[in-house]
């Protein structure tokens, strides 16, 4: 059996990885809360490693309030740089490999192809500053690491852009979404699945894949379009009398919606890598977000 020692617990991907695991007999999974583990309290990180002794860490932690994070950059920094580098540490004290998850937002969105894991980064705010110092103190601190870098991340599990959508296309007649930034919507079910099928090969002794990857979905969209999609697959499952089925979606630009923290205007990210070492890819988006619509109307418990 496979001890996974996995920091987070009520997140969109710590929830993923705990219903995905069923289907992985040979993982034990053992998640800690803010409760069990408030990571950016230092000494919490090295109790918790010593006392589970894991053969894998994974952090499902982050500080991800994108906007929030402008005016309360230090409480970002501890969590998204200080406490990843507690993680890395202690896995490497212990001497097992480490999987830490970032994000499309180390980039400044001025690529105009998919971008790779060797393109420049360039944050444009405190959130992605702050990932990106947490993938730096990764790199520095162990060689047992993989960061994969995800974007645009919903789930049926707590707050994200599909469910936010429903509610908004459900409720109002007309909305306004952002049509000029492009992004992968990725399904953090998928990004479950795919991390528990890679950790029975990253703790074999002779894995020597370790680095920075990409893992996004295969679709490419703007919010807007995301939004249509959303509207689309929902009308189809809800069926025509839906009042989400007939909300105007009217697409503005990014000036018309300002924000406090500025997002990358393209964001798309290459899966090559991924691919070629570890053989296969994320599920096609359409079945990934019906699943994932199919489980937020139909199913209560996932609230
Ligand atoms: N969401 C996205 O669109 C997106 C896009 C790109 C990359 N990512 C990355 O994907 C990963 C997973 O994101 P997610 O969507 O699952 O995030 P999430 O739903 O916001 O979950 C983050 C979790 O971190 C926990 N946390 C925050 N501070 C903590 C602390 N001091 N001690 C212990 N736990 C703490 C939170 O606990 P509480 O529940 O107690 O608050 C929460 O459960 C993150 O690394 C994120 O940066 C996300």
Not at 19 to 29: I, M, P, T
Not at 175 to 197: E, F, H, K, M, W
Not at 278 to 283: A, K, N, S, T
Request: net charge negative.
């Amino acid at each position: 059996m496979i001890k996974v020692l996995v920091f987070g617990k009520n997140g969109q991907l710590a929830r993923s990885l705990a219903w995905r695991c069923k289907a992985f007999a040979g993982l034990r999974l053992q998640f800690l809360d803010r409760n069990d583990c408030d990571v950016a309290q230092s000494g919490n990180i090295t109790k918790a490693v010593d006392l589970y002794r894991p053969d894998i860490v994974i952090n499902a932690t982050a500080y991800t309030a994108v906007d929030l994070a402008e005016s309360e950059p230090e409480l970002a920094r501890r969590v998204n740089c200080d406490a990843v580098r507690g993680m890395a540490e202690n896995a490497a004290r212990h001497s097992v490999p480490f999987i830490h998850v970032s994000t499309d937002y180390v980039f400044d969105g001025e690529g105009k192809v998919p971008y790779r894991e060797t393109d420049p980064v360039a944050p444009l705010g405190v959130y992605g500053a702050t990932k990106l110092a947490g993938e730096e103190a990764v790199r520095t601190i162990t060689n047992q690491h993989l960061i994969l870098r995800t974007s645009w991340v919903y789930s049926p599990f707590g707050k994200n852009f599909v469910k936010t959508m429903l509610r908004l296309l459900g409720d109002k007649k007309h909305i306004s979404v952002v049509d000029d930034q492009q992004g992968c919507p990725t399904s953090a079910l998928d990004l479950a699945t795919a991390i528990l099928r890679i950790v029975p090969d990253i703790i074999r002794r002779d894995f020597d894949q370790f680095g920075t990857y990409h893992l996004v979905s295969d679709a490419e969209m703007t919010w807007r379009a995301f939004t249509s999609e959303i509207q689309a697959k929902a009308t189809k499952i809800l069926g025509e009398q839906w009042l989400g089925a007939t909300c105007e979606i009217k697409a503005v630009t990014s000036a018309e919606f300002p924000t406090a923290a500025k997002r990358p205007s393209y964001s798309v990210m290459s899966t090559e890598k991924f691919i070629a070492n570890f053989g296969f890819d994320l599920p096609e988006f359409n079945h990934s977000l019906i699943e994932v619509l199919r489980n937020l109307v139909e199913g209560e418990e996932y609230a």
